[in-house]
Antibody, heavy 122, light 106 residues
Framework: EVQLVESGGGVVQPGGSLRLSCAAS????????MHWVRQAPGKGLEWVSL????????SYADSLRGRFTVSRDNSKNSLFLQMNNLRPEDSALYYC???????????????WGQGTLVTVSS | AIQMTQSPSSLSASVGARVTITCRPS??????VAWYQQKPNSAPKLLIY???TLQSGVPSRFSGSSSGRDFTLTISSLHPDDFATYYC?????????FGQGTKLEI
């Protein structure tokens, strides 16, 4: 059974940084691209980032303007999201999700964690 | 970035009704559209991918279709468990984008 467990969320001041983690189990981690998707309180889903299985190819939402960096450690079955220069509008529940297809460069997210909450506030 | 315009934003219907939700991308996306269901305080659940393919384990009352540039999610006969928020997503090119969501209420 696929399991994705996010951690690292919390309260941070504007301009601060956070590093989110996602621990994966139940599948061959490095065979699959991984996504980050966020959801502000009471709002819709926003796709944030994707990293391919090998960790080389990365993509981001236009709105992030280089402030976020996705990475992965396949030896530890872990996905990360480094978030810098945080703004109040980055406050959201951050989900990690496994891609639908093995060996693909990125398709629809299939399996999701329960999310970790990030609050940016002074 | 490709924008996904989803309609309606909310929808009231009764158990047993047939409902449709539509997404229109701002440019062509082939068949690279997926549909998700999200219930309060839960992660999204994949229902449909590549516009028309039903995800394993999803009831057959859910279906996806396309006509021209429009993509549609249809629930043929609403069950009480179907009242939720639905989102479309394109995975045609980066960055992927979601529609704004449709809240389906009784």
């Amino acid at each position: 059974e696929v399991q994705l467990v996010e951690s690292g969320g919390g309260v941070v001041q504007p301009g601060g940084s956070l590093r989110l983690s996602c621990a994966a189990s139940g599948f061959t981690f490095d065979d699959f691209a991984m996504h980050w998707v966020r959801q502000a309180p009471g709002k819709g889903l926003e796709w944030v980032s994707l990293i391919n299985g090998g960790g080389i190819s990365k993509s981001y939402a236009d709105s992030l303007r280089g402030r976020f960096t996705v990475s992965r450690d396949n030896s530890k079955n872990s996905l990360f999201l480094q978030m810098n220069n945080l703004r109040p509008e980055d406050s959201a529940l951050y989900y990690c999700a496994k891609d639908r297809l093995r060996y693909a460069s990125g398709t629809s997210p299939e399996s999701w964690g329960q999310g970790t909450l990030v609050t940016v506030s002074s | 970035a490709i924008q996904m315009t989803q309609s309606p934003s909310s929808l009231s219907a009764s158990v047993g009704a047939r409902v449709t939700i539509t997404c229109r991308p701002s440019e062509a996306v082939g068949n690279a559209v997926a549909w998700y269901q999200q219930k309060p305080n839960s992660a999204p659940k994949l229902l449909i991918y590549t516009a028309t393919t039903l995800q394993s384990g999803v009831p057959s009352r859910f279906s996806g279709s396309s006509s021209g540039r429009d993509f549609t999610l249809t629930i043929s006969s609403l069950h009480p468990d179907d009242f939720a928020t639905y989102y479309c997503l394109h995975d045609y090119s980066f960055p992927f984008t979601f529609g704004q969501g449709t809240k389906l209420e009784i």
